[in-house]
């Protein structure tokens, strides 16, 4: 069993940034693939990054340049950093680890882009 805590959410303006974190239960942080998801109110939950662990990271086309994923293995934790925040990112914010043998789910962390 993983479990996944998101912090860092909140009220930003267009144009700002935020750092989301996400802390990781467990021994074996080092090997899952790690990602973040968002869904906005009547929408469909979407991949927003992904990091292997070896550290590749994938991005959707709608983030590409403006986000950045990144994970601390020591610390068990991943993170994803946004900046050039737009209305249309607004949404909840869930952290996903995949192990070898399924995916967890956190939480999620609430982020709203308005001025």
């Known amino acids: 069993q993983v479990q996944l805590v998101e912090s860092g959410g909140g009220l930003v303006q267009p144009g700002g940034s935020l750092r989301l974190s996400c802390a990781a239960s467990?021994?074996?942080?080092?090997?899952?693939?790690m990602a973040w998801f968002r869904q906005a109110p009547g929408k469909q939950r979407d991949v927003v990054a992904a990091i292997t662990s070896s550290g590749n990271a994938n991005y959707a086309d709608s983030v590409k340049g403006r986000f950045t994923i990144s994970r601390d293995n020591a610390k068990n934790t991943v993170y994803l950093q946004m900046n050039s925040l737009k209305p249309e990112d607004t949404a909840v914010y869930y952290c996903?680890?995949?192990?070898?043998?399924?995916?967890?789910w956190g939480q999620g962390t609430q982020v709203t882009v308005s001025s």
């Open positions: 996903r680890a995949t192990t070898t043998t399924q995916g967890y």
């Open positions: 467990g021994s074996s942080f080092s090997f899952y693939v």
